[in-house]
Structures are given as structure tokens and as C-alpha cells.
């Protein structure tokens, strides 16, 4: 039996017909080198273990430290460039739990169409540069880092969020299964941390 603190969406029918998710990577940023191909695998697989089944995409897109800054200054008033930002379209669909009302790393929802199949579940926007910067102190290297991000956007558009401790505790623990299970294929390494140490 899994965790009944987390989102579950597994149990849902299919969307779309018998057909796989699909996930749209895109790298717009020339400053770190980035295996498309490795990312989407991930991503998939992600989708897969939160239960996604059908005619549903998403899109993650690997972008420069001044295009997250606009994004980042854009839809959340925040200066400066991030790590992740997510934006959940018709993730809404899916029948998630729904979040706390203010948007921590993207926007609200969208209202959904009904008609629009496949689902969009949403973009994740990660910056490569900034993940480089803080992987020393954060996960430990830029691969753990990379992958970290990928899972901490994609729980973002299905629904978690981090704003209250109980939020984070539930996400922080559903990230560290997913990247054991599908990026360690093991435990943790010494040195990974989720979360930033206090300046």
C-alpha cells in the first residue's frame, strides 16, 4: 500500500486511449552540454511511477539563465534567474489534489477545455547554469542536480508543492523514491541534499 500523505493518480483510467505519455525536451541554452535523449527517458519513466497513463505531454525545456529570469520575474515577480519552474496546464484533469493556492515555482493553472485531447500536463523550464552553480552545495554533482530537477519540476506540475512543512515533507520523500528507483537505481549517495544550505 503507498503512502496515503501522498498524491496518488495511479488508480485513474486511461486518458486519451491505450497509448503512452509522451514527453516533448528541448535544449534552448548553449552554456552546459545536456543528453536530451537521457532526460526524456527519465521524465517518461517519472510519468510512468506517478501513474500517468494515456494520451497525455509534457514538455521540459533546458533554457538560459536570462530566459528562466524573465519566466521567474514574469509569472512569479521574483528578480533573477532559478533552478526549475513549472507549469501545469490540464494536469488539473487528472483529478490531483489540488495545490495550496499560491504558486511557488510557476503559475496556477489554466482553466482546462475539456475537448483539447491529448492533455497537456504542463512544461517544466530548467536552467542548466544555475543547476551547475549550485550542484556543489545541493546534490553533490551536476547530474544529480540535473535529475533532481527533472523530478522536483514534474511533482510540481502533478501537484505537489512545497509552501507548508507538511507539503515539503511529502514531496522531499516522494523525490527521494523516484530518483533511488529510477536514477541510483539504489540508495543515495553520500553528499546529495534536497534541500539549499542556509546562506
Known sequence: MGDPG???IGSRPKIGGDVDP?????DEQSDVDID??????????VLGAEGIRGGTEMS????????????????LGVVGPTDVLSF?????????????????????????DPSDLPLLLGDVVICPSVAARQAPTHAGNLDDELALLVIHGILHV????HAEPEETKVMRKRE????????????????????????
Request: proline share 11%; aromatic share 6%.
Open 176 to 199: 527521494l523514491e523516484l530518483l533511488e528507483q529510477l536514477h541510483w537505481h539504489g540508495p543515495a549517495p553520500d553528499g546529495f541534499r534536497q534541500e539549499q544550505p542556509s546562506p
Open 88 to 112: 501545469p496546464i490540464d494536469a488539473a484533469e487528472l483529478d490531483l489534489p489540488p495545490t495550496s493556492g499560491g504558486a511557488t515555482r510557476g503559475p496556477d493553472r489554466a482553466p482546462l
Open 60 to 75: 521540459v525545456i533546458f533554457v538560459a539563465e536570462a530566459d528562466i529570469a524573465e519566466l521567474n520575474e514574469s509569472f
Open 22 to 26: 509522451e514527453v516533448f525536451c528541448s
Open 158 to 161: 502533478l501537484g505537489h508543492d
Open 6 to 8: 501522498r498524491p496518488r
Open 36 to 45: 536530451l535523449a537521457r532526460w526524456q527517458r527519465l521524465a517518461e519513466r
